[in-house]
């Protein structure tokens, strides 16, 4: 079977395009389908194409040391694989200028060709290099890593191109372009949420092995971090509130830090814990958090007064409002009431008017810039919203901070875009140098809402930083972080993340459920299971019984091939053919058994029973008459030797 026209030009000028290098793929393709045009052939013995496969070798070789000196280990490798099909060009292009159909294996493997120089008559076949030299130069081209969807098109392009040209003949046009576009269509979703089923993997283990925040006294933040920050999809906590919930609910409160070092902020609590200042007006809501082993920080609302449900919680909180709890983990339900006073959080101290001595002379200039210095809080934070409003919400960060300068000013300065803690970081001390106090805040954002549970769903990847300042005798939360890193988030979700929270949700609602709701539902669940089975046996029978005339009129392809009955006449002059021997290894102890011309019919027989039954293209009628004819002068009568 030839191999596709035009398809091996095709695939060069595919990876010249892909690689950046669209005239060294356009010649490549000219001349591996300049035969097409050029008759004259070269005849090359088995020895040449030896030399030509070794010369393929070395050249693959100073290529790989080449990369590997000049990029790296990983990129050497990426690049190797990239310049690959140029290195082996001479092999494709021999055969498409040779005489032969192919190249025989020693010429390509050097263990057959010491195998075969020991043993001329070891089997050494001819093998059409033109598809796997195909394959090499689609795989090559996707190491560019071109984003787009340039690259997938162009793979189904080419396979579309092959397949149609081999699709068997009786085949229709229709049927195989419906087949061919759910497949590329499948192959694509499949290719496109790769990363994201990875991510979901992970999150599968995630769900024991992440940790959320638990530290009220350090937090190290990820300010000048190389690279994407890992978000998780894990149900960090429920709160169980209606859709239209109160605004002070859309910021969960965790721990609040008042002093900055290096990229890392440290809780300084007051000298006295404080006891909660119960607000005028209260509302209340409950939570449902998944626990970690050790410790574990209780997300809040803001001006929380008062909390139920916590086993072992402190009677006096830290004055910077974190509520720490230990527990083994599993999950909790609590309840918080909370209203318009401070709750726990104790007045300002002097440190959180403290501006880091790295970053105090640029902190100070820009507050002037931006006219903070002597304003009323109120213009201070619209100003700086103003201000931040003009940044880039951004969880990426392609290279390290210019030497000179810190990660912080870095974001102030040049980059002007970051993640939650760049914000809040430079918000907390962009109003500290405003003489506002001002905290460093951690918690999550409440931002979706899940109508299945009547709850909002708050995942470890909504973990949020923001800032809190004093105002007007009280704290307030002061949120700059740009509104659009709730859809930058929302896009991290995978698309069968329904899927897994409907199963979260079962877990959640069968654990939450009294145990006799829980043995009920079992049961119920053991009897269904039962029923299914039951209903698949009984069903499995039905289709038995009536499996007699239409299952017979079907017929797989060369399934009234005649060689059956040569075979089943072999099998009495040497042994029948076990399930897992190969007809072909078993064709030839078989023709050994048989003498003269009979031995040569058996064997082209033998072949042409593998083409009925298995090539796409079938057998033209002349060859399946000979089929027929010879297998029924086979079975009329054999002539055996005796001396096998």
């Not at 979901?200 to 283990?205: K, Q, R, V």
């Not at 870095?410 to 140098?433: K, N, P, S």
């Amino acid at each position: 079977m030839s191999f596709p026209p035009v398809l091996l030009g095709a695939a060069a000028a595919f990876w010249g395009w892909q690689t950046g290098h669209p005239l060294i793929g356009a010649l490549l393709g000219a001349c591996l389908e300049a035969p097409k045009v050029v008759t004259a052939r070269v005849d090359l013995r088995d020895v040449d194409y030896e030399r030509i496969a070794d010369l393929c070798s070395v050249a693959l070789a100073v290529l790989a040391v080449a990369m590997f000196a000049t990029l790296g280990a990983t990129r050497g490798v990426l690049g190797a694989v990239q310049w690959l099909p140029l290195a082996v060009a001479p092999i494709a292009l021999a055969q498409r200028f040779g005489q032969a159909q192919g190249i025989r294996l020693s010429a390509l493997f050097y263990s057959v060709r010491r195998y075969v120089r020991r043993d001329p008559s070891a089997p050494n076949r001819l093998v059409d290099v033109s598809g796997p030299y195909a394959a090499l130069m689609v795989v090559a081209a996707g190491t560019a890593n071109a984003r787009g969807p340039a690259y997938y098109a162009g793979v189904v392009a080419l396979f579309a191109w092959g397949l149609f040209a081999l699709r068997p003949r009786h085949g229709r046009v229709a049927v195989f372009a419906v087949l061919l576009g759910g497949a590329a269509g499948a192959g694509y979703l499949a290719q496109d949420g790769l990363n994201r089923l990875q991510d979901s993997l992970e999150g599968l283990f995630d769900e024991w092995l992440v940790e959320l925040p638990s530290d009220a006294e350090r937090v190290e933040t990820r300010i000048g971090a190389i690279g994407r920050i890992k978000q998780h999809d894990i149900v960090a906590l429920r709160l169980l509130a209606p859709a239209s919930a109160s605004e002070r609910l859309k910021l969960l409160h965790a721990a609040s830090f008042n002093e900055y070092r290096d990229g890392t902020w440290l809780a300084r609590p007051p000298a006295a814990a404080v006891r909660a200042t119960p607000p005028g007006s209260r509302e209340e809501v409950q939570i449902v958090l998944r626990l970690q082993r050790g410790a574990n920080l209780l997300p809040l609302p803001a001006g929380t007064s008062e909390v139920w449900g916590v086993p072992d919680l402190p009677a006096k909180v830290p004055g910077l409002g974190a509520v720490s709890i230990r527990a083994p983990g599993g999950s909790l339900r609590y309840g918080a009431r909370f209203g318009e006073g401070d709750g726990w959080y104790a007045p300002p101290a002097p440190q959180e008017l403290a501006l880091p001595e790295p970053e105090r002379q640029t902190l100070e200039q820009l507050a002037r810039e931006l006219g903070l210095t002597g304003a009323a809080p109120s213009q201070a934070i619209a100003a700086l919203r103003e201000h931040f409003g003009r940044f880039t919400y951004s969880t990426w960060r392609e290279k390290p901070v210019a030497s000179g300068k810190t990660a912080l000013e870095d974001f102030l300065l040049d980059a002007r875009a970051g993640h939650c803690e760049y914000f809040a970081a430079a918000t907390t001390l962009l109003l500290r140098a405003a003489g506002i106090p001002a905290r460093y805040s951690t918690g999550y954002a409440v931002i979706e809402y899940s109508a299945l549970e009547k709850a909002w769903l708050v995942r470890a990847r909504h973990a949020h930083a923001w800032s809190r300042a004093y105002v007007d005798g009280r704290w307030i939360d002061v949120d700059l972080t740009p509104p659009s890193w709730v859809e930058a988030e929302a896009e991290l979700k995978p698309p069968w993340e329904a899927i897994e929270d409907f199963a979260r949700w079962v877990a959640f609602a069968f654990g939450e459920a009294s145990d006799a709701t829980r043995s009920t539902l079992l049961v119920g669940i053991a009897v269904a299971l039962a029923g299914f089975l039951g209903w698949r046996i009984l069903r499995e029978r039905t289709l038995v019984r009536g499996a007699g005339p239409q299952a017979q009129a079907h017929k797989l392809p060369g399934e009234d091939s005649e060689f059956f009955a040569v075979e089943r006449a072999a099998a009495g002059w040497l042994r029948p053919r076990s399930a897992w021997e190969p007809l072909g290894a078993w064709c030839a102890e078989a023709a050994a058994r048989l003498d003269g011309e009979r031995r040569k019919l058996f064997l082209e027989l033998a072949e042409l029973h593998q083409r009925y039954r298995f090539d796409p293209a079938g057998l033209a009628p002349e060859e399946r008459a000979a089929l027929r004819r010879g297998s029924l002068a086979l079975v009329g009568g054999s002539e055996v030797r005796d001396d096998q």
